[in-house]
């Protein structure tokens, strides 16, 4: 059976794990701009998973799923802003989009990934 690699353990779950060649990904949510607007919240988000993703030996080219939840829907224009910007032209994965109660009431965006190694 192949072991599981964990990145950035913590008491309560783990940044990332790693299986078969499957990097799955916490759910991210903004720290630094966590009373910032959807924009700045998103590249937070973005650029956290782009630093994950390469500490698991993958990169946003390998990208297989990506689950986004918004506080507000009205926020979804914003977000698709800045992800359109990020996401690497021919390389978009499926994704899906939903309205949520987040854990924390000023993040207004979580994004949960998984991606194939590199």
């Known amino acids: 059976m192949a072991e599981v ?40 988000v973005l650029g956290m998973v782009d630093r994950l993703l390469a500490e698991a030996g993958s990169s946003k080219q390998h990208l297989l799923r990506v689950e986004i939840f918004l506080r507000d829907l009205a926020d979804y224009d914003g977000m698709n802003r800045v992800w359109d910007a990020w996401v690497v ?7 899906a989009t939903v309205q949520a109660a987040l854990a924390r009431p000023n993040w207004r965006v979580e994004v949960l990934v998984t991606a194939a190694q590199a």
């Open 5 to 44: 690699q964990r990145i950035g353990m913590a008491k309560r779950y783990s940044e990332a794990a790693i299986h078969n060649g499957v990097v799955y990904l916490a759910g991210q949510v903004a720290d630094q701009t966590a009373d910032g607007d959807i924009e700045a919240q998103t590249a937070e």
């Open 89 to 95: 032209p021919g390389f978009a994965p499926p994704r």
